[in-house]
């Protein structure tokens, strides 16, 4: 790879971005970062070519770094969850979800439009909560949006995202689903309970977990990175979601645990409240679309995914 091609990349701290960040400099890419704290980025992630000061809702500096850069990936936006148990959605951390990402990524779009040598290419986030919650439908790039706050945000993410397209930049989102690691993220708090031989499903566990090995996830957006026929949604879940009942019966296979212990629904809605929704409510998400366009799938069946990455 051409050691010349710079990319722009953001949220490089977050769970994706770390590992983003790996398979990137792996690639030889020069990676400039745009961090609100480049010294804590720096720390974090040594080895990039640049550390930038962004501060997304203002004008600044950092918008010159993206002038001839070769593309932006864009993952930046405050936490929807910590993994199961995170930051209730009070009114005020709602508008922080939203916000973060909504002004974040119009102040790229700007920068972009302003800039002498705009980039290719803009790979932005998203959710595939963008398609709201079922029992029964089965979704894929093609399906309609939601009208939960998940798929609000995703929707407004994405708007402003496609804005980039009107200036010549190719414009592809990945819409990501679970994400399993077991130190971050969704599995490392699923795990709390197994561990101590006291997991079993969310009732009713018949909702669907759409998920994703981090290999998978990372190729995702190295595949609409690079390959120039990729514009709109990509899903970032495999091929065979499960339900949480299935999903806790392989889990606690895997680690040699018992995965009979139902979590009551109304003890997580005095916990969480409405954030209660991503674990007891379902969607099944699949990747048609990535696949018809020829991306293989290391990690296509959960049982290989989590023997992987729990030994």
Do not use: C
């Not at 974090?44 to 550390?51: F, K």
């Not at 500096?61 to 993206?66: D, E, L, Q, S, V």
């Not at 919650?133 to 939601?146: I, L, P, Q, W």
């Not at 495999?238 to 040699?256: C, H, Q, W, Y």
């Amino acid at each position: 790879m051409n050691t010349t091609k710079r990319i722009i990349l953001t949220g490089a701290t977050g769970l994706v971005g770390r590992k983003l960040f790996a398979a990137l400099r792996e690639r030889g890419y020069a990676l400039v970062i745009f961090s609100r704290n480049p010294d804590a980025a720096r720390r974090v992630l040594p080895g990039a070519a640049e550390y930038v000061a962004w501060s997304p809702a203002e004008d600044g500096p950092w918008a010159a770094a993206i002038d001839g850069a070769h593309a932006i990936i864009n993952l930046a936006g405050a936490p929807i969850s910590q993994g199961v148990i995170g930051v209730r959605w009070t009114p005020a951390y709602k508008e922080e979800i939203l916000s973060s990402r909504v002004i974040g990524t119009r102040g790229l779009v700007k920068a972009i439009a302003a800039a002498q040598t705009r980039p290719t290419v803009l790979v932005n986030a998203s959710a595939a909560g963008f398609y709201g919650y079922s029992t029964t439908a089965t979704f894929d790039e093609d399906s309609a949006a939601g009208n939960d706050f998940v798929a609000k945000v995703s929707i407004a993410w994405e708007r402003e995202a496609q804005r980039a397209s009107e200036y010549g930049v190719r414009v592809a989102f990945i819409r990501t689903g679970i994400v399993l690691d077991p130190d971050a993220g969704a599995l490392g708090q699923i795990l709390i309970p197994f561990r101590v031989r006291a997991g079993g499903p969310i009732m009713p566990g018949s909702q669907y977990y759409s998920w994703i090995h981090p290999d998978d996830e990372i190729g995702l957006f190295l595949f609409a990175l690079e390959n120039e026929q990729i514009s709109g949604p990509l899903n970032g879940t495999a091929p065979n979601p499960e339900t949480n009942r299935d999903f806790s019966e392989i889990l606690g296979k895997v680690i040699g645990s018992p995965s009979w212990l139902a979590v009551p629904e109304f003890s997580l809605r005095l916990t969480l409240g409405e954030m209660a929704d991503l674990v007891v409510k379902g969607q099944r998400v699949v990747p048609n679309r990535a696949q018809k366009l020829g991306y293989q799938f290391a990690y296509p069946e959960l049982r290989p995914a989590l023997q992987d990455l729990l030994g």
